[in-house]
């Protein structure tokens, strides 16, 4: 388990950053752009983008 800080200070122990936000576990402060069967595509969680 790796403790990540997401870009609104939050703090997650998670194994696979990719797959807590795909399965749901985590959302992005700007939530999913797009979601397909073979593309998820969301705002950066562990970046601040200004």
Do not use: F, P, W
Not at 10 to 39: K, R
């Amino acid at each position: 388990m790796r403790k990540i800080t997401l870009s609104n200070g939050d703090t997650v122990e998670v194994e696979c950053l990719s797959c807590a936000l795909t399965s749901g576990l985590i959302e992005s402060d700007g939530g999913v752009v797009i979601e397909t069967d073979y593309l998820h595509a969301h705002q950066a969680v562990a970046y601040r983008i200004e």
